[in-house]
C-alpha cells in the first residue's frame, strides 16, 4: 500500500538522534551515524520528527509502506 512516511537524506543527517527524541512512535532509529526509520508500521506520518531536525534532513514521502499500526514500537 503506498501511504505517506518519513524520508531522511543520509547526506543531510549527521545522526544526532533529535529526530529520535522527538518521534511520539519511536519509529527512528540511529544507525552507523545516520537516523532511520526502523520500521515504517510505526510512522505515522505525523512529521514531529521533520521540526526536531536541525538539519533539514528529514522530509514526508509517499511510498509503498506496510499499514500503520498505532501502538507498535520498532523492533
Known sequence: MRRTVVAIDERECT???LCMLDCPTFALEVCDGCSRLADDRC???GGACIAAC???AIALAER???PFQ???RRE
Open 15 to 17: 545522526g544526532c538522534g
Open 43 to 45: 510512522c505515522d506520518g
Open 54 to 56: 536541525p538539519h533539514g
Open 64 to 66: 509503498e509502506a506496510r
Open 70 to 72: 498505532p501502538g507498535r
